[in-house]
C-alpha cells in the first residue's frame, strides 16, 4: 500500500457538549476512492467536516498526506485537499459569477495566471466557455454542481472530500456527475473521501467504504464485498437490503 | 373491470411567463382503478403538477384543463372550492414530501390527527382519542400514547413521515397520492415508510398514485407505471415490464442508474436530442 493520503487515529468529535463521532480510525491509500455510508446522523458528513477544518471541536489525530491537521484554518493545507458540498444551490455565492468564484480561490492564495486557469478549469469540468460570466441562478443544478466541483480543483489538490456529491441531482444528471469525478480522479490521481448513501454509487466510485452507525465505524469493506452482497455486519445488510439488493452469506 | 376510480383525459397544466404561457403538463390521459400507479419522471417532468392537479391545488395564476376528470363519478372540474373541500382528506387525500414543512409546528401530533377526522365529521371525544392511537400503532410507532402528545420538532424524520401518512388516512380516503413520499428520508427508513402505505393501501382497497424520481423504487412497489418527460407521458408499462421498456427516454434513466454490482467503466448519459426529435435509437 502507498502512502496514506488520510488517517484517522481515535477521532472523536462533538459539536459543544454533544458527542457526534466516537474513536473513527481508518486511512486512505493515495489515489484510492473511500466512501463513508450509513443513516443520517451517524456522524459521517462530521468526519468531513472535521478534515477540512468546519468542525474544530474534535481530539485524536487526523493526518492528510502525511502531515497533521491543526485545529486552526490552515492555507497550506487548503491546497492540498478541498471539499465539495451536497447543495449546489446552496454552496455557490448568489451574487458571484462563475468566473469570480473559480478566481477566487487563486486571489487568496496569491497565484497567477487567473485567466487561463479558470479556462482550463472550465474545460476540464464539461462547462462550455460560455458559462464563464453568468450567476449560479441562470445555470442548473448540474452545473452548478460542476462549478463547485471547478472551484474545489482550482488549487490543484490531492485530496478532494466530496459530501453526497449527486444527492440533490436527478438520475440522469447524477450519471454525469458521476462520470465526470470518475475521470478527474484517472486524468489527476486524486484521492476521494466520499459521502453517499447510496450504495450503487459507491459500488461506480469507489474502491472501499466504512459503514458508519451512531458515531462509530461498524465495517470496512472492499467494494467486491458490495458488489456480491457479501458484507458482515448485521446494520451493513440491512443497509445493503434496504438499497434492493440480494445478499449473500458473508 | 368495474368503472375506474379516476379518469383523466387530456389534462393540461399552463403557467404564465414573461415568454408566453407554458404548459407543464401536456395533454395527458390516464386511468385509475383502485391499484397502485407509479408516475415517474425527472425534476420539472410535471409529475408532481399531475398530482397537484387532481386535489385542485395548483392555483392562480396556473391553469388546468382537461377534456374529462373524474373522480368515482364525481366531475372534478366543475365542483366548487366548498364541494373540493369535502373531497379533499375525506375521499382523495396527499402525502408531501417533506414532513418538517407539512406538519403544524404548534399542535400536538394526536391533536392534527385527530383534526383530520373532525374536519369531515363529528365524533365523541373518547372515540376519537381511540382512533388516532389506532392509527399510530398501524403506521407502526411504538408507545402511541406518549408520541401523540408530542410536537413535530420532537419526532424524527422517519416518524414524522409516519405521522403524515396516520393523518392522511385516518378518514379512510379512496385515493392517496403520495408525492415524493420518502425522497427526504433514509435509505433504510424509506422501506419501512413504502411497506407501511403498501399495507394499509392494498388492505383497504384503496387507489394510490406514487410519485417519485426513483424508477426501481416505484417498480418495487407499484402495479403499473407511467413515465413522465417534460410534460408527457412517454411510457406506459406493467412494473415487472420495466427492463423491456422501448422508449428512448425510460431505457436511458434505467442504463444511466449505476448499479449494485457495477462494473461499467462509464455510465451512459441521456443524449437528450434523440427523443425530442423523434429520431430514437
Avoid at chain 2, 374529462?68 to 369535502?86: A, C, N, P, V, Y
Avoid at chain 2, 394510490?208 to 426513483?214: A, E, Q, R
Avoid at chain 2, 417498480?219 to 406506459?236: A, H, K, Q
Wanted: hydrophobic share 40%.
Amino acid at each position: 500500500m502507498k502512502k496514506a493520503a488520510i488517517h484517522l487515529e481515535d477521532l472523536s468529535i462533538s459539536y459543544g457538549k454533544t458527542p457526534v463521532v466516537f474513536d473513527v480510525e481508518f486511512s486512505v491509500a493515495e489515489g484510492e476512492s473511500f466512501a463513508l455510508v450509513g443513516e443520517s446522523g451517524s456522524g459521517k458528513s462530521t468526519i468531513l467536516r472535521a478534515i477540512s477544518g468546519l468542525a474544530p471541536d474534535w481530539t485524536g489525530k487526523i493526518s492528510v498526506l502525511g502531515k497533521p491537521r491543526g485545529h486552526a484554518p490552515d492555507r497550506a493545507f487548503a491546497k492540498t485537499c478541498q471539499m465539495v458540498f451536497q447543495d449546489p444551490y446552496g454552496s455557490l455565492h448568489p451574487r458571484k459569477t462563475v468566473d469570480d468564484c473559480l478566481a477566487e480561490p487563486l486571489a487568496v492564495h496569491g497565484i497567477g495566471g487567473r485567466d487561463t486557469r479558470v479556462k482550463d478549469m472550465l474545460d476540464a469540468v464539461g462547462l462550455d466557455q460560455r458559462f464563464r460570466f453568468r450567476f449560479p441562478h441562470q445555470l442548473s443544478g448540474g452545473q452548478r454542481q460542476r462549478v463547485a466541483i471547478a472551484r474545489a480543483l482550482m488549487l490543484e489538490p490531492r485530496v478532494m472530500l466530496l459530501d453526497e456529491p449527486t444527492s440533490a441531482l436527478d438520475v440522469s444528471v447524477q450519471a454525469e456527475i458521476l462520470n465526470l469525478l470518475k475521470k478527474l480522479r484517472r486524468e489527476q490521481g486524486l484521492t476521494y473521501l466520499m459521502v453517499t448513501h447510496n450504495l450503487p454509487v459507491v459500488s461506480f466510485l469507489c474502491d472501499r467504504m466504512a459503514v458508519m452507525r451512531h458515531g462509530r465505524v461498524v465495517e470496512i469493506a472492499k467494494v467486491d464485498a458490495l458488489k456480491t452482497g457479501r458484507l458482515a455486519n448485521p446494520y451493513s445488510r440491512e443497509l445493503y437490503a434496504a438499497s434492493g439488493g440480494t445478499l449473500q452469506p458473508a | 373491470m368495474s368503472a375506474p376510480l379516476l379518469d383523466i383525459e387530456n389534462l393540461t397544466v399552463t403557467f404564465p411567463t414573461s415568454r408566453g404561457p407554458v404548459d407543464v403538463v401536456k395533454g395527458i390521459s390516464f386511468s385509475l382503478g383502485r391499484e397502485r400507479l407509479g408516475i415517474v419522471g425527472e425534476s420539472g417532468s410535471g409529475k408532481s403538477m399531475t398530482g397537484r392537479s387532481i386535489l385542485r391545488l395548483i392555483r392562480k395564476p396556473g391553469r388546468v384543463t382537461a377534456d374529462r376528470m373524474t373522480f368515482d363519478g364525481i366531475d372534478l372540474l366543475s365542483q366548487s372550492e366548498r364541494q373540493m373541500r369535502e373531497l379533499r382528506g375525506a375521499r382523495i387525500s396527499m402525502v408531501m414530501q417533506d414532513p418538517k414543512f407539512s406538519l403544524n409546528p404548534v399542535m400536538t401530533i394526536g391533536d392534527q390527527i385527530g383534526e383530520a377526522l373532525l374536519t369531515h365529521g363529528k365524533l365523541p371525544r373518547r372515540e376519537l382519542k381511540a382512533r388516532v392511537l389506532s392509527m399510530l400503532e398501524a403506521v407502526r410507532i411504538n408507545e402511541p400514547e406518549r408520541v401523540a402528545n408530542l410536537y413535530p420538532h420532537e419526532v424524527s424524520g422517519g416518524m414524522g413521515q409516519r405521522v403524515m401518512i396516520a393523518m392522511m388516512l385516518i378518514p379512510e380516503p379512496d385515493l392517496l397520492i403520495a408525492d415524493e413520499p420518502t425522497s427526504a428520508l433514509d435509505v433504510s427508513v424509506q422501506a419501512q415508510v413504502l411497506d407501511i402505505i403498501d399495507d394499509l393501501v392494498t388492505g383497504k382497497g384503496m387507489g394510490l398514485i406514487l410519485i417519485s424520481h426513483d424508477l426501481n423504487l416505484v417498480s418495487r412497489y407499484c402495479d403499473r407505471i407511467l413515465v413522465m418527460n417534460s410534460g408527457e407521458i412517454v411510457e406506459s408499462c406493467k412494473a415487472g415490464d420495466l427492463n423491456k421498456a422501448t422508449h428512448a427516454y425510460t431505457k436511458g434513466l434505467l442504463a444511466a442508474m449505476p448499479r449494485m454490482d457495477e462494473e461499467r467503466d462509464e455510465l451512459p448519459v441521456l443524449d437528450r436530442s434523440t427523443w425530442t426529435t423523434g429520431a430514437g435509437t
